[in-house]
């Protein structure tokens, strides 16, 4: 039986993530605007990552029998100036969220809830990748994105990015 501070925390993740998957999906419709294919390719296989994340939270919680309530996401309400601007807030919203995954994992383990520790393991390896991959943009846009021929090449990398489904499933 999940208790009730963790089923609150649970189900404000499930907005957490949907709100993750709205910030990049609006970082994308920035890039797509300003002609930069590669990188809108990027935050939009993203945009979809978060929603399976959102989804999993959403499979978990029906697992134990607790009722999902959606509640209002806000819309980003971002300006980005520059090109590099979505990139430095992407890093800042990984870390925003690997503290709230974390902060559920300390509230479970307080109170023994041993089977949502397990099921946030996956997250907590999954954010570990998510600050990864969202320092690594921001570095490679120091090192080649000043440049046209260089911004032009990172546009051509970051477009080959795929959609993987997560490793994580849940039944
Ligand atoms: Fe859901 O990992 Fe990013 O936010």
Same mark, same amino acid.
């Given at each position: 039986? @999940?208790?009730?501070?963790?089923?609150?925390?649970?189900?404000?993740? =499930?907005?957490?993530?949907?709100?993750?998957?709205?910030?990049?999906? $609006?970082?994308?419709?920035?890039? =797509? *605007?300003?002609?930069? $294919?590669?990188?809108?390719?990027?935050? +939009?296989?993203?945009?979809?990552?978060?929603? *399976?994340?959102?989804?999993?939270? &959403?499979?978990?919680?029906?697992?134990?029998?607790? !009722? =999902?309530?959606?509640?209002?996401?806000?819309?980003? #309400?971002?300006?980005?100036?520059?090109?590099?601007? %979505?990139?430095? #807030?992407?890093?800042?919203? #990984?870390?925003? @969220?690997?503290? !709230? @995954?974390? *902060?559920?994992?300390?509230?479970? !383990?307080? &109170?023994?809830?041993?089977?949502?520790?397990?099921?946030?393991?996956?997250? @907590?390896? #999954?954010?570990?990748?998510?600050? /990864?991959?969202?320092? $690594?943009?921001?570095?490679?846009? +120091?090192?080649?994105?000043? $440049? !046209? /021929?260089?911004?032009?090449?990172?546009?051509?990398?970051?477009?080959?990015?795929?959609?993987?489904? %997560?490793?994580? =499933?849940?039944?």
């Amino acid at each position: 039986m @999940i208790q009730d501070n963790i089923y609150k925390l649970l189900n404000e993740q =499930v907005n957490k993530e949907i709100f993750s998957a709205y910030l990049y999906l $609006d970082i994308s419709n920035y890039y =797509v *605007d300003n002609g930069l $294919d590669g990188f809108a390719n990027w935050f +939009k296989i993203q945009a979809q990552e978060e929603m *399976d994340h959102a989804m999993l939270f &959403v499979q978990y919680m029906q697992n134990n029998g607790l !009722s =999902v309530k959606l509640t209002e996401i806000a819309g980003p #309400e971002m300006e980005y100036l520059s090109y590099d601007l %979505p990139l430095n #807030e992407a890093l800042k919203h #990984e870390q925003f @969220i690997t503290k !709230s @995954i974390h *902060d559920i994992y300390d509230s479970a !383990s307080q &109170v023994k809830d041993y089977r949502t520790m397990q099921f946030l393991d996956w997250f @907590i390896m #999954e954010q570990g990748e998510e600050e /990864k991959n969202a320092e $690594d943009l921001i570095l490679k846009y +120091k090192n080649f994105g000043s $440049d !046209s /021929k260089g911004l032009y090449l990172l546009n051509q990398e970051l477009g080959t990015r795929i959609y993987a489904p %997560p490793s994580l =499933v849940l039944d």
